[in-house]
């Protein structure tokens, strides 16, 4: 493996239940970029973080970096409110300290919810739990199942800008799934349009075709070039 | 107070109270109904302690086991929820218990006993009381983890597999506790309801462990004491006041 590179996956195929969800897929992921993972619905984008993560089974390589620490971000936990939890019992399932805790928590503007239940968060605060949960114990990989997914607007840049700045500060890798254009081509320094397999992948501003977005999703977005 | 009343207390107490705790991990997405069929299962085992006239605990405990590794590979091999799949094995367990249970005994079976405990089966109770909640201690933050999202646990390198095996073990053991004090139909309300109602009150995990502990443990000592004066059973009585808690909880949910 190359020495900028923190991932590098080749010819990947995974099978679930006798179905090919994701086929003879390969790239790579460069120390300290954002890669953003597009593509329409059952295209294979959470399966594949999955794979990454070593949830599921795969045939082919991955291959990340030596020592590497990934932390990582679901889209939703929907059973996280059978168990009343505070804010604090949610990180102390990862075996940190109090003060880690509190330090996370102050990375991430959510002081305040310290003692809180976890279900009667906002559900921009629970998705910034859920980041700060996954920067317990200093990864240096974040994946992100649709981070913003269940937020208004507002809430999106928060995160993003918030995704952002975490990154910049602890120096993160991070790759992300998600259906966010605008967010994807201000926010991604690489691309990966995924239908199964790599309908397309590269720099945004190069990939980012009404052409290729057509391809993907197989009918017409409407997509425009920011110009600022 | 005579003696066999104190037993009573203490074993009632000691198993009330570990089902409590146990109960907290069990009212997630999966796991609630799990006792229930397990106690239904131990029906055929207790039927058999009461006919040779043996601990029923120790008839219960090989059926149990026998219920959860099915259930285990029932889960592994198939994608059926759990509660369906504990729900064949219940039909079953009642099934066979009804052909082997002489029906004069069929009421100890049912709704148990624990007035007429000995000395060294509470001394047992105690020892198996202490190992199961060293156990739970253990493999708690886990098995929430798990219960919370089994993708998540397994991103964080946890053998999913492993510590379901595990905990369905305490849960075995559990139920076999169980029985004695409320019978195989009722094994599952003594797990479900003092945690149901902590929840009901509580805001974090501390709070939820042990206020679970407590109505368990109450729950039984009124239950055996109300026994005492009225001489109706204790395990039904046991449950009843154990709702009684969960009724009032209501009030108070948070």
């Known amino acids: ?228 | 107070m005579n003696f066999q009343l104190i037993l009573s207390l203490v074993s009632g107490i000691f198993i009330g109270g570990v089902a409590g705790l146990l109960g907290t991990l069990m009212l997630s997405k999966r796991m609630a109904l799990v006792a229930g069929p397990l106690g239904h299962l131990a029906l055929p085992g207790i039927a058999l302690a009461l006919i040779y006239n043996f601990d029923v605990s120790l008839g219960a405990f090989p059926f149990i086991i026998l219920g959860i590794i099915l259930i285990w590979l029932f889960e592994i091999k198939t994608k059926l929820p759990v509660e369906a799949l504990t729900a064949i094995v219940f039909a079953f367990g009642v099934a066979i218990s009804f052909l082997l249970l002489p029906i004069e005994k069929a009421k100890t079976a049912l709704v148990g006993d624990i007035t007429k405990i000995s000395l060294t089966e509470t001394l047992m109770i105690i020892i198996l009381s202490i190992l199961i909640v060293a156990l739970v201690k253990r493999i708690y933050s886990k098995i929430v983890l798990i219960n919370i999202s089994e993708d998540l646990a397994k991103a964080e390198k946890i053998n999913v597999k492993r510590y379901n095996f595990l905990y369905l073990g305490i849960i075995g053991i559990m139920v076999a506790l169980g029985v004695k004090v409320v019978g195989g139909l009722l094994t599952a309300a003594l797990v479900a309801i003092p945690a149901s109602t902590s929840r009901n009150l509580s805001r974090n995990l501390f709070q939820y462990n042990s206020l679970s502990i407590f109505f368990g443990a109450f729950s039984a000592l009124f239950g055996i004491l109300l026994f005492k004066i009225t001489h109706f059973p204790a395990g039904p009585l046991i449950i009843i006041i154990s709702t009684f808690f969960f009724l009032t909880s209501l009030v108070f949910k948070r």
């Not at chain 1, 599921?56 to 590497?68: A, C, L, R, S, T």
């Not at chain 1, 102390?92 to 002081?111: R, V, W």
């Open chain 1, 1 to 228: 493996m190359e020495k900028d590179l923190i991932l590098e996956v080749k010819n990947l195929w995974v099978e679930l239940d006798k179905l090919k969800v994701i086929e003879n897929l390969s790239f790579r992921v460069k120390e300290g970029e954002v890669l953003t993972i597009l593509g329409p619905n059952g295209a294979g984008k959470t399966v594949l973080l999955k794979t990454l993560l070593g949830i599921f089974p795969y045939q082919g390589e991955i291959i990340w970096k030596k020592g590497v620490k990934i932390g990582y971000v679901p889209q939703r936990l929907p059973f996280i409110k059978n168990i009343p939890m505070s804010v604090k019992d949610f990180f102390e399932l990862k075996g940190i300290s109090e003060t880690e805790i509190k330090s996370i928590l102050k990375e991430i503007d959510l002081e305040e919810v310290f003692e809180k239940g976890i279900g009667n968060l906002s559900s921009g605060q629970f998705q910034r739990a859920l980041i700060g949960w996954a920067l317990a114990r200093n990864p240096n990989v974040l994946l992100f199942d649709e981070p913003t997914a269940e937020i208004d607007i507002p809430g999106k840049e928060t995160i993003y800008s918030l995704i952002k700045r975490l990154k910049e500060k602890r120096n993160l890798t991070v790759l992300l799934v998600t259906h966010d254009l605008n967010i994807v081509y201000k926010f991604s320094d690489y691309i990966i349009c995924l239908n199964k397999t790599a309908i397309c992948q590269g720099k945004p501003e190069i990939i980012l075709t009404p052409e290729n977005l057509q391809k993907l999703y197989r009918h017409e977005i409407k997509f425009y070039k920011h110009t600022h």
